[in-house]
């Protein structure tokens, strides 16, 4: 039994994940912000810490991940207000990632997505230029650390059904570059199972592909 904890735990991608690992007999343990999401996630059979990553202390961070053999950051401002996109998607993601290397939790897999990089095209005053750019600085300090890392690098996410097939050698640029959230939530699981070795230290992009999940991450 793998004991997990997922940041953002309310999050679509999150609580389908949690169900899976939980499905799995995997100890999940979910954060979330607001209180009244608590019967949510517990519905998926995880357990719900009520914990502000965006102002939670470093210590506290530490406490809740202690124990824990695994880390995915789920959560997200998504480019919507300036000022918490930095401080969700950047500096409360950069804080959980020390947060896991003080508590010695080995792994950490991190949501992405496709368009996260600093040389992006997109307009200084669209707001996921800034989503881009937090996102894409995250990213270099996780691959800069000592963590057994993944980064997952989804497209545009959608709430079709899964198929549990996927591509990881995606055009951002096709009209293709989309993939269920479902099957976001079945590669996370994937990667925290028998996907573990083959998924180490990779930035695997993400769309709707014609691979099934196991083939394609391995």
């Known amino acids: 039994m793998t004991k997990i904890l997922i940041i953002g735990g309310h999050g679509k991608i999150a609580l389908q994940a949690a169900r899976l690992l939980a499905e799995r007999e995997d100890e999940v343990t979910s954060v979330i912000r607001n209180p009244e999401?608590?019967?949510?996630?517990?519905?998926?059979?995880a357990r719900a810490l009520v914990?502000?990553?965006?102002?939670?202390?470093?210590?506290?961070?530490?406490?809740?991940?202690?124990?824990?053999?695994?880390?995915?950051?789920?959560?997200?401002?998504?480019?919507?207000?300036?000022?918490?996109?930095?401080?969700?998607?950047?500096?409360?993601?950069?804080?959980?990632?020390?947060?896991?290397?003080?508590?010695?939790?080995?792994?950490?897999?991190?949501?992405?997505?496709?368009?996260?990089?600093?040389?992006h095209p997109l307009p200084y005053d669209?707001?996921?230029?800034?989503?881009?750019?937090?996102?894409?600085?995250a990213d270099a300090h996780l691959r800069g650390s000592s963590l057994a890392w993944t980064i997952l690098m989804p497209g545009l996410l959608t709430e079709d059904p899964g198929t549990g097939r996927v591509s990881t050698t995606p055009d951002p640029a096709e009209e293709t570059a989309h993939i269920p959230r479902a099957d976001v939530?079945?590669?996370?699981?994937?990667?925290?199972?028998?996907?573990?070795?083959?998924?180490?230290?990779?930035?695997?992009?993400?769309?709707?592909g014609p691979t099934p999940i196991s083939e394609a991450i391995g």
């Open 37 to 45: 999401h608590r019967a949510d996630v517990e519905a998926t059979g």
């Open 51 to 119: 914990l502000d990553i965006e102002h939670a202390q470093h210590a506290d961070l530490v406490r809740a991940m202690r124990g824990k053999d695994a880390v995915v950051w789920s959560a997200g401002a998504g480019g919507g207000d300036l000022a918490r996109t930095y401080a969700v998607d950047q500096a409360a993601a950069i804080a959980s990632m020390k947060a896991a290397r003080d508590a010695g939790v080995p792994r950490y897999v991190m949501v992405s997505f496709l368009g996260a990089a600093l040389d």
């Open 126 to 137: 669209e707001g996921f230029f800034h989503y881009a750019q937090a996102k894409a600085v």
């Open 185 to 208: 939530a079945a590669v996370i699981t994937h990667v925290l199972g028998e996907g573990m070795r083959a998924s180490l230290r990779r930035m695997i992009p993400l769309t709707t």
